[in-house]
């Protein structure tokens, strides 16, 4: 019982937790996002659903529609988590970079020397 107390307090168990909540509640976020994206390709070009699509091959039908709803709705998808999510985290953690560059610049320069002397010191024996 014990063991299965430190699992369950480990920080990236709770972790793990958050994000896959945070995820489904960020999933229905995108999910009305592309519906709204779907029905402004409706209103525009008439109804966005080509599942009516389908080939005549002797007395069978091969729907092909279904697979091209499929795409245009993951490139829809795909576009809005690029610039929901991707796009706004990239320049977020450039933004962040630039900060560490700066902190790192402002190092002390007899700090340095200082260290440099001691690996020399340890590095001699």
């Known amino acids: ?29 995108v999910d009305a996002v592309v519906k709204f994206l779907m029905d402004i390709i409706a209103l525009i070009g008439g109804a966005p659903s080509f599942d009516s699509l389908s ?12 697979v091209i709803t499929a795409v245009v709705g993951f490139v829809i998808l795909a576009a809005v988590i690029y610039f929901m999510i991707v796009k706004p985290y990239e320049t977020a953690r450039e933004h962040l970079s630039k900060g560490e560059k700066d902190e790192v610049a402002e190092v002390d320069p007899q700090l340095e020397l200082l260290k440099e002397i001691r690996d020399t010191l340890r590095a001699r024996g």
């Not at 307090?9 to 937790?17: C, H, M, R, S, Y």
């Not at 080939?55 to 091969?62: P, S, T």
């Open 1 to 29: 019982m014990q063991g299965f107390k430190k699992f369950l307090l480990q920080g990236n168990v709770v972790e793990l937790a958050v994000a896959v909540i945070i995820a489904g509640a960020f999933g229905k976020v």
């Open 55 to 66: 080939l005549a091959i002797g007395d069978n039908q091969l729907y092909y529609g279904p």
